[in-house]
Structure formats: C-alpha cells, structure tokens
C-alpha cells in the first residue's frame, strides 16, 4: 500500500506511521516529494486493514497499489525520478547523451573517441571492459585494464562513466571505475545481480531484456529498488520480433508508456536497437521526440576496424551532425540538450 501524509505533517506523525507499518510487517520505503511525504508499505499480510493506518494523525489517504511492482510504479512516487550524478541530471528538463565505444580496445581509441563525444556534447561516457558475446570467440573486453582506460579517458575529458558490470563478482571492481552500472539486456532477469546491486550506492542503469514485457522489465527494477538502490535508470535497447533487417525492434511506444506507469527515468539506445550505423540517427531523433531522458549511443573513432559492435557505431561526424538535430528537436518538447560549444570538423567521416 501507499501511505499518503498530510502537507503539513509532522516528523513525529510520519515516524509513528512508519513504526505501525513496521509493526504489521511492511517493509518502509520513504518518499519526500515537495509538497508531502509518500510511504510505501511492501510484503506484509495482504489482510492488514488500511483503515488502521487511515486513522492515523497526519495521514492523507491510504491508496492499494494494483501492479505488482510497488516501489516503480507511479502511484508510489507520481512524481518522475531525478537521478543525479553531481551535475548530470538524467530525469529533469536536459536529456542526457551517454556516448563512446561498445568496448576500450585501446588507450588511443578509448581517448580518441571520449574528446569526439564531449565537443559534440554528450554528458556520460559509455564503454565496456567486460562484454556478454554470442559467441565464446568474439572479443570478451579488456576487463580490469579497460575500465583504467574508461576512467582516464572520462576524467581527461570532465565526463561521467557507464560501463556494464556482468556478474556479482564484478561489481566492486567496477564500482571503483564506473560513476554509473550498467546491467545488460541478456541480465536483465539475473535477480541475484539485481539484489546485490541494490545494495550498492552508484545508479543502475537497466536495459530491457531480449524478449521482455515492459511489466516484467519494472519487475526487474524492484528488485534494485527493493534493495534500497532509489537510483535506476531504465534503458530501452529494442526487443526480438520476427523481423530479420534490423537487429532488434526499437521499442518507440515503450518510453510513453513506461512514462505513464513508472516515476524512473527511461533512456533509449538506437545502436543496439537497430544494430545499423544508418538507422541510429533517424531512431535517436524519434526517441527524443517520443519524450526520452537520454540517449545511449555507440561512436568509435574508427568502426570500421572496431572489435565489436563496428557496424552499428557512429562515425563521430555523424555523431556531431545528430547532436546538432537534437538541439532543434528537444526545445520543441521542452526539453534541452547540452549547449555548450560544439568543435565542428565537416560532416565526412
């Protein structure tokens, strides 16, 4: 259930409806919006009478909440999540663009391809040390000596870092490196990675399964949530259909509707959904139109000759010319995008 407190409720007040939840054997989540305080009350006995805590002083209204993700859902949190990483606000009016290689081949093309992202304007560099592949003879990533390179890079250029963690194992080391971790689609439902990273204090960042519903996607979430981490960014990156010409089908229609049920902020990656360097552009404009917090991008210095994921990496002039399309389109919808200068260099590759 959702406790709702009064405008004017006291701390005393919302303590001891905190401890009668407690008591009747929620777990208590706290939510401070800017006018009143939101309390969710998880597990539990299902045949506890909300009009015990109705009656209590300074509260509002006791509301049922109907989906069977609690803490993501909307009704617990109505308004949208902010999650902030010092100055970069993934969530409020600027949309944030994550960009950089699928994965650090080399100091070189790790430097190369951070100072390209941030002249264009991106906030967060992305990048991969460890790499889920299809096959057990693709490039599996750099490990420990490829998040040293992502950290240098990101730190030379004033950007933020994403990079995925695999498995619960590695998550202290890259926590050391990453300011934000990143749970791949093909772990999107490896629960004991999800309950282990909501203990930590970085911002997850949780890109839809292969094959996964929405509700199961914010299911996934809870899970993050429900271990204390209130820092989830959601990702949509595409989903498996029967149509073979693109390498997924980007899910346009998710990102309103996640909007709709859900407070967490939704950002979206045209590289892996399409999995064509000539679509990325045409798909991260309708995901920004389409009211998208961010955009997860891969560019490459050099994708031609990239060891994973070349065919679907921007050349960074292209990235440049995108950058600047989104300038137009974002203030059409209210948002914003990074304005600081942008280094032109000509649109060739």
């Not at 991106?122 to 490039?139: C, E, N, T, V």
């Not at 390179?149 to 950007?159: E, I, N, T």
């Not at 229609?253 to 990325?280: E, F, N, Q």
């Amino acid at each position: 259930m959702v406790v709702v407190m009064e405008e004017r409720a006291t701390e005393e007040q919302i303590q001891h409806v905190i401890a009668q939840l407690t008591e009747m054997g929620f777990d208590v989540h706290r939510s401070t919006g800017a006018l009143r305080t939101v309390i969710g009350a998880v597990g539990g006995n299902r045949e506890a009478d909300p009009r015990l805590v109705e009656v209590l002083d300074g509260v509002h209204e006791v509301l049922r909440i109907t989906e069977p993700y609690k803490l993501a859902s909307r009704t617990f949190k109505p308004d949208g999540t902010v999650v902030a990483v010092d100055d970069v606000r993934i969530g409020g009016d600027e949309v944030i663009v994550m960009a950089g290689p699928c994965s650090a081949e080399s100091e070189t093309q790790v430097n190369t391809t951070a100072a390209a992202v941030k002249r264009a304007g991106a906030k967060i560099l992305r990048g991969g040390a460890f790499k889920p592949r299809s096959s057990p003879y693709s490039f599996q990533g750099l490990g420990e000596a490829g998040l040293q390179m992502l950290r240098g890079a990101a730190d030379a250029h004033q950007l933020k870092l994403v990079s995925e963690v695999m498995d619960v194992s590695q998550i202290e080391q890259v926590e050391q490196y990453a300011d934000i971790l990143q749970v791949g689609a093909r772990n999107m439902q490896n629960f004991t990675l999800l309950r282990e990273l909501g203990r930590s204090r970085k911002p997850v960042l949780l890109k839809r399964g292969i094959s996964a519903t929405i509700e199961e996607w914010l299911l996934s979430a809870e899970y993050v949530l429900a271990g204390g981490n209130q820092d989830v960014i959601l990702c949509e990156r595409g989903i498996r259909t029967f149509e073979s010409y693109t390498r997924n089908t980007l899910d346009i229609s998710a990102i309103p509707v996640v909007k709709k049920l859900s407070h967490l902020p939704i950002i979206v990656d045209p590289s892996h959904g399409t999995g064509r360097r000539d679509k990325v552009a045409p798909m991260a404009r309708a995901a920004v139109a389409a009211g998208a917090d961010g955009l997860l991008i891969e560019v490459h210095c050099d994708p031609d000759h990239a060891l994973s994921d070349g065919a679907q990496s921007m050349f960074p002039s292209q990235f440049d010319r995108l950058m600047a399309e989104l300038r137009i389109i974002a203030p059409a919808i209210g948002r914003s995008i990074c304005l600081e200068p942008v280094a032109r260099r000509g649109w060739g590759h």
